[in-house]
C-alpha cells in the first residue's frame, strides 16, 4: 500500500522558515516525481514544485521561485519543501503527492499558519 | 502560469448525471493528454479519480468518467449519490515556461 505521511502542524511568524517532510512507502522513491501542492483556506489547489529523486532535479513554479526548496532523501525516502520569508498568505494546507505529471498519491496534508 | 478554467459550482439531483468542464490553451489540456481530475472533500486530501483524460484508478467507479475535446476536457458523474457531493479539480501537465503542473480553479459539487 502507498503512503505519504506528512510531518504536524506548524505555527510560524511573518519572516521565519518552514520545512515540511513527507516520507513513502509501498513504492519505489525514485520511480516519481514528488510534488508539493498549496491550498490556502477556503481556496483551490495550486502547484509549487516538484523534486525528481533520481537526480535531485527540481523545477518550481514562477509564485514561489526564490522562497521555496524542494529536496529528496533516498536514504529515509523522505521528500522535504522549505519555505523561507513566511508572510500570513503562505498560511495553508501544504500536500505532497507523487506520480508523474498525474498526481497519483497524495499525502494528509500539513496546516502551517503564519501568524505574528 | 493561469490556472484552467471552471465552473464555479454545478448541482444536481441524485440519480441525474453532471458534466463538469475544464478549459485550458493549446499548450496545456489541448496539447497533451496529461488531464486529471481530484476530488476532494471537506477537511481530506485530494483523491485522483481521473488521469490522463479518460482513465479511472483501480477503485474508482465507473460513474466517473473522462473526456477532452480541443482545449476543454470534461468531467461527467453519471448517477449522482450524495457521497459524491464535494469539490472537483482538474489539472493538467503544460509546456508553458518550464514543464510544471496547473490546476484548475475547482468547482463545487452540491447533490440537491
Known amino acids: 500500500e502507498v503512503q505519504l505521511v506528512q510531518s504536524g502542524a506548524e505555527v510560524k511568524k511573518p519572516g521565519a522558515t518552514v520545512k515540511i517532510s513527507c516520507k513513502v512507502s509501498?513504492?519505489?522513491?525514485?520511480?516519481?516525481?514528488m510534488h508539493w501542492v498549496q491550498q490556502a483556506p477556503g481556496k483551490g489547489l495550486e502547484w509549487m514544485g516538484l523534486?525528481?529523486?533520481?537526480?535531485?532535479?527540481?523545477i518550481y513554479a514562477e509564485k514561489f521561485q526564490g522562497r521555496v526548496t524542494i529536496t529528496a532523501d533516498t536514504s529515509t525516502d523522505t521528500a522535504y519543501m522549505e519555505l523561507s520569508s513566511l508572510r500570513s498568505e503562505d498560511t495553508a494546507v501544504y500536500y505532497c503527492?507523487?506520480?508523474?505529471?498525474?498526481?497519483?498519491?497524495w499525502g494528509q496534508g500539513t496546516l502551517v499558519t503564519v501568524s505574528s | 502560469q493561469s490556472a484552467l478554467t471552471q465552473p464555479a459550482s454545478v448541482s444536481g439531483s441524485p440519480g441525474q448525471s453532471i458534466t463538469i468542464s475544464c478549459t485550458g490553451t493549446?499548450?496545456?489540456?489541448?496539447?497533451?493528454?496529461?488531464v486529471s481530475w481530484y476530488q476532494q472533500h471537506p477537511g481530506k486530501a485530494p483523491k485522483l479519480m481521473i488521469y490522463?483524460?479518460?482513465n479511472r484508478p483501480s477503485g474508482v467507479s465507473n460513474r466517473f468518467s473522462g473526456s477532452k475535446s480541443g482545449n476543454t476536457a470534461s468531467l461527467t458523474i453519471s448517477g449522482l449519490q450524495a457521497e459524491d457531493e464535494a469539490d472537483y479539480y482538474c489539472?493538467?501537465?503544460?509546456?508553458?515556461?518550464?514543464?510544471?503542473?496547473?490546476f484548475g480553479g475547482g468547482t463545487k459539487l452540491t447533490v440537491l
Open positions: 503527492a507523487t506520480g508523474v505529471w498525474v498526481l497519483d498519491y
Open positions: 523534486v525528481d529523486p533520481e537526480d535531485g532535479e527540481t
Open positions: 509501498g513504492y519505489t522513491f525514485t520511480d516519481y516525481y
Open positions: 490522463e483524460v479518460s
Open positions: 489539472s493538467s501537465y503544460t509546456s508553458s515556461s518550464t514543464p510544471h503542473v496547473v
Open positions: 493549446s499548450s496545456d489540456v489541448g496539447g497533451y493528454n496529461y
